[in-house]
C-alpha cells in the first residue's frame, strides 16, 4: 500500500511519466478509464465468493470514491468505476481494511480464480472444488513472479464435465472428478477466448487433490520462461502451446513437475472433501431450474435453495448492495456468489425462509423471474469505458433487451438460450463459447467507419466436447436487435428441432448467412446518418480514444479489418476491391492513410515493390487495378483472374504475419528495409519530425518509424497536437525508449525521445 501510495504522489506532481505509472498500477488491478484521468478498481473475489461486511465495504467505497455503481465482470470480480486519481489510495485501503484486494486484478499476472457459482450445492459436481480455488489462490498470490509473466495467466475450476466455469477454455483449468473413489481433477491448458481463441489440450487425465499447486505452477513457470513477452497480441499460453506444439509444451511441463516435486511447496491442499454421489440430475428437476427462468434453484442438499438475482449487464447501485448485504447477513450462509454471467446468488436459503427473503429482495426490487435469455445476456464493458472497445457492447445489449420484449418471441420458451456480447475481438464478454456470439468490428464505408458486429454461433461448453462458436456474418451494428429477433422468430417457428444446437446443426446457421444479407450493409451516410452512431453514441463512431498506450493494437487492427475486406471482397469475386484493400492494409505501418483507391495503389507501390518487400510480378497486379480506376464499373473491367488476386492478398497477408515489434518486413530474400534518413534538424535532436494534424494512432506509427532511422542513444524530437501528447509518449516508453520531455509549445506540444 505505502509504495502504492508514492507512486500516486509522484505520478500527481508529474515526477514519474503516465507509462512508469500504468506498468506499476496495471498489476495491481487499476485500470485507466476511457474517460482520462479516472479510473477502474477490479476487486479479485476467488470464486466468486464475497461476505456480508465486504459487500459493505465495496458499496461505501463505489459511493464515495467512484460514480456510485458496482459491476459484477465475467470473471467474478467486482469493479468500482470512475475513481479520480486522488480516491484511488483511500479507496484501496478501505478494501484492505475488509479483507479485499484488488492485486493481480490486471496486467500479466495470475487473474481471479474462477469456479461454478454453485459450487458445493450442485447436484451435478464431482465435490465442492470452491476451498482449492482459495488454496490455490493464497499460493499462486504469495509468489513474486506470479505478477510478472508474458501475459495474463487465467485459472477456473468445474465441479463437473458440464465445465460451467469454462475450465476448458482457461490457460488452465481443473474440472473435478473422483478415480477409485479419490477426489481429484482433470486438467486442461492453452486454452483462452480472445482474438485467437482455442480449446485447451488435456495435460493430465487424473491428478490427486493435493497436487493441484505443483500443476498450476508448473505451467506458471513453463509461460514465464518460454511465453512471448515481445509482442503482447501473441503472448498469451495459447499461443505458446501452438508455436511449439502440445507435445513438446508437455515435455517442458514434465521437467518443471519434476523440478516442483523436489521442491518445498508451502502449499497446503483443503482436507478431502466428502464424496456424495452425484445425483442424478432429473431428480431434483435440476438442469432445467438452473437454467429455466425461476428464481430458485434446488441445491443437492434436501430442503435448501439458491436465490438468483439477476442484474441488468453486471450492475448494481452501491446503496441497493449495501442493503443487500444487510438482508444476506440473516439468510444462508451469509454472503453471496457472482457468476461469469454477471448476476448474484445467494444461497443455503432453507425452504422455510424463502418468502421471507423474497420480500425482502422486492423491497429492494431485485429477484424475481426473468426470461434465462435476458437474466443471462452477457456485454462486456465496451467502448464506453473500454481503452480498447471498438462497439458499445452494452448499448447493443440494451437494445436486444428492449427489442426482444416487444417483438413477440416467446422468451420464456427459449430456455437456456445465450447471447454473449463483446464490444471488440478480445472477448471479455466471452463471446467465443456461446450460442450466439456477437463482436464488435469497424468496417469502412466509402470513407467512414460504422459499428459492425460479427456474429458467431454454435459455441459449448463441455469437458471433451467444448466446441468454439463459428463465425456466420458481419451485420451493422444498428440491425443486430431486429435480424436476431427474426432469427430467432425462425427458429421458435422451426419446431422441429428438439434445441438450439439442432437447429443450427440442421440449417440454422445457413438461415442466418441468408438472413443476414438484408442487414449486412448501410446506407450512405448522407442519406441515413443513423447507421453511423453506435447504440447510445451521441456523436458519430470512430476509433478516436481507443488504445492510448495501446497505439500498437489500433494498427494491428486497422490492417485486419482490411485483410478481412480483402478476403471478403475476393469471396464476392469484388476483385477490384481486393486488390486495393489489400494495398491499404499495410500502409499504416508506413505512416500512410491514403484518401482514395489511386493512393493506396501508388503508396502500395512506392513503400512495397520499390523497397523489394513483394517480388515484381505482383507489379503488374497493381498496375491492371490502376489501369481499370477510370472505368465505370472497375470490378468488372479489372483484367485480372481470381487466382492473381488471391496470390496478392495472400503475400500480403504473409507480409503481416512477418512482421516484427517494430512494423518492419522481412525483404524478398530475407533482408530488412534500409534505412531512409532524412537531414531535417532542429534543436540539437539528431532527427526532427512534425506530426501535428497526424491522427492517433498513425501518429505513433509514424515515430516508431522515425525511430528507426536512428541509432541507440540518438534524439528525436517531434512536435504533436493534443492527442498525440496523450497517446505517444506513453506508447513510446512501452518499447523500451526513453521520454526525455514533453513540454506545451503554442497549440501543440513537443517531445524528445532519446532511442533506447
Ligand atoms: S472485449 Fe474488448 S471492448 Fe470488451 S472489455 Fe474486452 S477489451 Fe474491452
Known sequence: MESLGRMIEQFARGDITAGRFRAYRVPQGIYEQRESGKYMLRVRLPAGIILAHQMRAVAEVSSKYGNGTLHVTTRQDIQVHRVSLEGIYPALYYLFQAGLSTKGGGGNTVRNITSCFDAGVCAREAFDVSPHVLALTEALLADPLSYELPRKYKISFSGCSQDCASATVSDVGFIAKTRDGRPGFSVWAGGGMGANSRVGNLLEEFIPIFEVWQVAEGVKRVFDK?????????????????????????????????????????????????????????????????????????????????????????DIEAPVFQALAEIIEHYGERCLHTTQQQNLVVRWIAESDLPALKQQLGRLNLGGAKPAILRDMVACAGASTCRLGICLSRGLAQALIEAFSGSGLDLAGLGNLKINISGCPNACGRHPVSQIGLFGVARRVEQRLVPYYTLQLGGKLEEGSTRLAGSVCTIASKNVPVFLSTFLQEFQRSDQHPDFEAFLDNGGKKLAEELAKNYSTVPAFYKDKNFYFDWGAEVAFSLAGRGPGECGAGVFDLIEMDLVGAAEALKDNRLFTAVSLAARALLVTRGEQPSDDMQSLALFKKYFLQEGLLEQKYEEVIDAAIGSLAASDRETSIPLTVEEVTSLVKRVDD?????????????????????????AQLNSADLSKDFRGVVCPLNFVKVKLALDQLKSGQTLLVLLDEQGADNVPSSVEKEGHKVLSLTRGNGYWQLIIRKA
Open 226 to 314: 518460454h511465453g512471448n513477452r515481445k509482442n503482447k497480441n501473441k503472448a498469451r499460453l495459447r499461443f505458446l502451446v501452438d508455436k511449439i506444439g502440445h507435445k513438446q509444451f508437455r515435455k517442458l511441463y514434465e521437467e518443471e513437475i519434476k523440478n516442483l516435486r523436489e521442491e518445498p511447496s508451502g502449499f497446503t491442499a483443503p482436507p478431502a472433501p466428502t464424496i456424495d454421489s452425484p445425483q442424478p440430475a432429473d431428480s431434483l428437476n435440476f438442469q432445467s431450474e438452473r437454467n429455466g427462468n425461476g428464481m430458485l434453484i434446488p441445491q443437492k442438499q434436501p430442503g435448501y435453495f439458491m436465490v438468483q438475482i439477476p442484474l441488468i449487464l453486471g
Open 655 to 679: 507480409l503481416h504475419q512477418n512482421m516484427d515489434d517494430s512494423l518492419r518486413f522481412p525483404q524478398v530474400g530475407g533482408k530488412e528495409i534500409n534505412d531512409i534518413r532524412e537531414s
